[in-house]
T-cell receptor, first 113, second 115 residues
């Protein structure tokens, strides 16, 4: 049981490049989330999904896109990378509800130069 | 939108001592949960403790306990018998049914445990 896995762990992009951050969970969770963590800040919600085929915007969605074609996978797409997207990105999953814990992946450190 | 405020950017405590981390939040709702997460240098987010808003009894998990004051919207974390492995960033987080039960995080408190 691997939990939530993210690839890559580190990445450097040039301004204007695009990339996809991969996220996979093996706990059969319906709910999945993408957060970003800027230096000295808490995590902010980018996008979330409540099940396969359903996604919605969080607090900071500009410059990102997501898809959820399967229960297991929730990739985050960065189009036209900008320095403001330099951050650590966390994927998380949960079975939903107020009580249930969110399980986090190890994070991806992205630098845009 | 709910806001979570952690007013202590950094704290330090000696090994075996007790430390309290502060957190306040703002909401007009009655049904919600509060969490404390630990983020060690490895970056992994680890759940420390959770508290249901409807429960008056404060949650405890081994050396970790909370002081939940619902009327004051305060949710502090007490760490007893601090250990070197407790050195980490600690995030207070709020959850309600909005945004698919996503977490709203404070900015965090960096805790250093010294020998």
């Amino acid at each position: 049981n691997a939990g939530v896995t993210q690839t890559p762990k580190f990445r450097i992009l040039k301004i204007g490049q695009s990339m996809t951050l991969q996220c996979t969970q093996d706990m059969n969770h319906n709910y999945m989330y993408w957060y970003r963590q800027d230096p000295g800040m808490g995590l902010k919600l980018i996008y979330y999904s409540v099940g396969a085929g359903i996604t919605d915007k969080g607090e900071v969605p500009n410059g990102y896109n997501v898809s959820r074609s399967t229960t297991e996978d929730f990739p985050l797409r960065l189009e036209l990378a900008a320095p403001s997207q330099t951050s650590v990105y966390f994927c998380a999953s949960a079975s939903g509800g107020l009580y249930n814990e969110q399980f986090f992946g190890p994070g991806t450190r992205l630098t845009v130069l | 939108a709910q806001t979570v405020t952690q007013s202590q950017p950094e704290m330090s405590v000696q090994e075996a001592e007790t430390v309290t981390l502060s957190c306040t939040y703002d909401t007009s709702e009655n049904n919600y949960y509060l969490f404390w997460y630990k983020q060690p240098p490895s970056r992994q987010m680890i759940l420390v403790i959770r508290q249901e808003a409807y429960k008056q009894q404060n949650a405890t998990e081994n050396r970790f306990s909370v002081n939940f004051q619902k009327a004051a919207k305060s949710f502090s974390l007490k760490i007893s018998d601090s250990q070197l492995g407790d050195t980490a960033m600690y995030f207070c987080a709020f959850k309600n049914s909005n945004s698919g039960y996503a977490l709203n995080f404070g900015k965090g408190t960096s805790l250093l445990v010294t020998p």
